[in-house]
Structures are given as C-alpha cells and as structure tokens.
Nanobody, 124 residues
Framework: QVQLDESGGGLVQAGGSLRLSCAAS????????MGWFRQAPGKESEFVAG????????NAADSVKGRFTISRDNAKNTVYLQMDSLKPEDTAAYYCAARTGAFIATKTTSYDYWGQGTQVTVSS
C-alpha cells in the first residue's frame, strides 16, 4: 500500500502560479504510475496529468497542456504539479493518485490509491 498526502493548494489570482506536491509513504514510490485529477463542485472528476514510474513519460489533458507540468522525484517520494497561467476554470479540489500498472491511465477507476485532496481557487 501507499499513503498519499497533497499540499500546496490555495487562493491565487488569474494568471498566477501554484505548485502542488504529493508526498507518498509506504511501498517504494517508484513502483507507481502517478496521476493528478481534479473535481469542481457539481462536476465529475477530471484527469489533469500523469507521469510514468521513472518520470520519462508524461500525459496531460488538453485543457492544461502548455500551462501545467507534472514531475516526480523518486528520491523524495514526491510528485509535483506546477500550474502556471491559472484560470478561474481551474478552480477545483486536486487529488493525486497512484496505480501499480505501467500505463498512464486517465480514468479514476484505474487508480488504486488516492490522497485527501487540496483546494485550488483561482479568482478573476
């Protein structure tokens, strides 16, 4: 098993930046493909970005491509989501997730472990 703990959320003005972190504990972090998802009030959960076990491959939703960057540091057991040029529509609770499969899945049901989430609010 792995435990995930997100941090770094907050309130930011449109055009600003935030960096989310997700610290993992438990089974070796490098065994997991990692993903970030978000959920806005009244909406379904949405895939944001994912990264392979060794960090060599990434994937991002079209809505965040060119603005958000996912990365990981396996020595620190942490995955990051750098969010730049934030927009009000990025407002949501952001969750990190882990899966044991090698594929960077985009569906929530493909992930085995989840953090508690961190709130990001972008004001206009």
């Amino acid at each position: 098993q792995v435990q995930l703990d997100e941090s770094g959320g907050g309130l930011v003005q449109a055009g600003g930046s935030l960096r989310l972190s997700c610290a993992a504990s438990g089974r070796p972090f490098s065994a997991y493909t990692m993903g970030w998802f978000r959920q806005a009030p009244g909406k379904e959960s949405e895939f944001v970005a994912g990264i392979s076990r060794n960090g060599s491959n990434t994937n991002a939703a079209d809505s965040v491509k060119g603005r958000f960057t996912i990365s990981r540091d396996n020595a620190k057991n942490t995955v990051y989501l750098q969010m730049d040029s934030l927009k009000p529509e990025d407002t949501a609770a952001y969750y990190c997730a882990a899966r044991t499969g090698a594929f960077i899945a985009t569906k929530t049901t493909s992930y085995d472990y989840w953090g508690q989430g961190t709130q990001v609010t972008v004001s206009s």
